[in-house]
C-alpha cells in the first residue's frame, strides 16, 4: 500500500502566522491527494481535493499544491480555528491510505 | 446536504462481532456515493476499512479483509459495518463517511464518529 509521509509531525505558530505543511507518497499519487482538518472530538472535514481544489466553503486562506510524492499544504494566516491536526490522504490505489498527521499547535 | 449518523454498541467483547450502522439523511444512498467505513484508535491515525455501493458491490482494506463485511439497506437509507473476532486492537473511533463518485476516495461527508471499547 502507499504510505503517506507528514512533515512536521508538530508545527508551533501563531495565529496570523504562515502553515506550510508537507505529505511525501511512497509512490507516485498523481493529483490524487487531499487534506483534511480535524479538530479535537469531531471527524475530519475536507479541506483540499486532488492537490490543489478547495472543497465547497473552505475559505481562500487554505491552499494545496504538488503532484507525484510531494504535496503542499499552505495556511496563510492562521486563525484560532487552525489550531488542529492535517492529514493528507490518497486516492490514487486501493486501499486509500492517510498520512498520520501533523499538529500545529499555538 | 448529506448527514451520516453511526449506531451500535460501544462495547464489545474480545473474539465477537462488532456491528455499526449508519443512517443516511438528506440524500438518497443510491447512485451518487460511495459509503465508506473509517477507523482512528485514540490518539492515532486514520485507517479506511472499506466502502460499499448502492447495488452492494464492496471493496476493502486488505489488512481486514477476511474479518469485514458491508451491508445496504436503500429502503432504510442505512448501511453496515460487521468486524468479526475483534480484539483489543479494534478499539477505535468509527466513522462511516460518504464520497461522491466523481472523485471516488474523497470524503466528502463524515458521521461524528462512535467509539466502539473492545474489552471483556
Redesign the interface.
Known amino acids: 500500500e502507499i504510505v503517506l509521509t507528514q512533515s512536521p509531525a508538530t508545527l508551533s505558530l501563531s495565529p496570523g502566522e504562515r502553515a506550510t505543511l508537507s505529505c511525501r507518497a511512497s509512490q507516485s499519487v498523481s493529483s490524487y491527494l487531499a487534506w483534511y482538518r480535524q479538530k479535537p472530538g469531531q471527524a475530519p472535514r475536507l479541506l483540499i481535493y486532488d492537490a490543489s481544489n478547495r472543497a465547497t466553503g473552505i475559505p481562500a486562506r487554505f491552499s494545496g499544491s504538488g503532484s507525484g510524492t510531494d504535496f503542499t499544504l499552505t495556511i496563510s494566516s492562521l486563525e484560532p480555528e487552525d489550531f488542529a491536526v492535517y492529514f493528507c490522504q490518497q486516492r490514487s490505489t486501493w486501499p486509500w491510505t492517510f498520512g498520520q498527521g501533523t499538529t500545529v499547535e499555538i | 446536504q448529506v448527514q451520516l449518523q453511526e449506531s451500535g454498541p460501544g462495547l464489545v467483547k474480545p473474539s465477537e462481532t462488532l456491528s455499526l450502522t449508519c443512517t443516511v439523511s438528506g440524500g438518497s444512498v443510491s447512485g451518487s456515493y460511495y459509503w465508506s467505513w473509517i477507523r482512528q484508535p485514540p490518539g492515532k491515525?486514520?485507517?479506511?476499512l472499506g466502502y460499499i455501493y448502492y447495488s452492494g458491490n464492496t471493496?476493502f482494506?486488505?489488512?481486514l479483509k477476511s474479518r469485514v463485511t458491508m451491508s445496504i439497506d436503500t429502503s432504510k437509507k442505512q448501511f453496515s459495518l460487521k468486524l468479526s473476532s475483534v480484539t483489543a486492537a479494534d478499539t477505535a473511533v468509527y466513522?462511516c463517511?460518504a464520497s461522491y463518485i466523481p472523485?471516488?476516495?474523497?470524503?466528502?461527508y463524515?458521521?461524528?464518529?462512535t467509539l466502539v471499547t473492545v474489552s471483556s
Not at chain 2, 472523485?103 to 466528502?108: C, K, M, N, R, S
Not at chain 2, 463524515?110 to 464518529?113: K, P, S, V
Request: hydrophobic share 35%.
Open positions: 491515525g486514520l485507517e479506511w471493496n482494506n486488505p489488512s466513522y463517511a472523485v471516488a476516495g474523497t470524503l466528502d463524515w458521521g461524528q464518529g
